[in-house]
Nanobody, 123 residues
Framework: QVQLVESGGGLVQAGGSLRLSCIGS????????MGWFRQAPGKEREFVVA???????TYADSVKGRFTISRDNAKNTMYLQMNSLKPEDTAVYYC?????????????????WGQGTQVTVSS
C-alpha cells in the first residue's frame, strides 16, 4: 500500500495550463506504476495517463500531445503537466498507484487512490 495526496487543481481559462502533483508515502514508491484518472459530474471515471516504474508511458487519445506525465522517485512525487486545456477537461483528477501493474488503462490494477483535486476549465 501507498498513501497518495493530489494537489495543484484550480480554475483556468481554456488554452491555459496547470500542473498537478501526487505525493506518495513509502520507500517502495519507485516500484509502483502510477496513473491519473478523472471524473466529471454524472460520468464514469476515465483513464487519462499512466507511467510504469521504468518511465514508459501511455496516454488517452483525448489528452495526447497536451498532457505530460512524469515522476521524481527521489521525492516520491508524480506530476501531470496539462497544457492547452479545454472545457471538456473539467473534472476531479485522481492519482492512483499500482503495485502489480497490468493494463494501466483500467481501474483494476490500482491498489491506492488519492482524494482527488478539482480542475475547472472555463470557455
Amino acid at each position: 500500500q501507498v498513501q497518495l495526496v493530489e494537489s495543484g487543481g484550480g480554475l483556468v481559462q481554456a488554452g491555459g495550463s496547470l500542473r498537478l502533483s501526487c505525493i506518495g508515502s513509502g520507500r517502495t514508491f519507485s516500484s509502483y506504476a502510477m496513473g491519473w484518472f478523472r471524473q466529471a459530474p454524472g460520468k464514469e471515471r476515465e483513464f487519462v495517463v499512466a507511467i510504469w516504474s521504468r518511465d514508459s508511458t501511455t496516454y488517452a487519445d483525448s489528452v495526447k500531445g497536451r498532457f505530460t506525465i512524469s515522476r521524481d522517485n527521489a521525492k516520491n512525487t508524480m506530476y501531470l503537466q496539462m497544457n492547452s486545456l479545454k472545457p471538456e477537461d473539467t473534472a476531479v483528477y485522481y492519482c492512483a498507484a499500482s503495485s502489480a501493474g497490468g493494463n494501466l488503462r483500467m481501474i483494476q490494477p490500482y491498489d491506492s487512490w488519492g482524494q482527488g483535486t478539482q480542475v475547472t476549465v472555463s470557455s
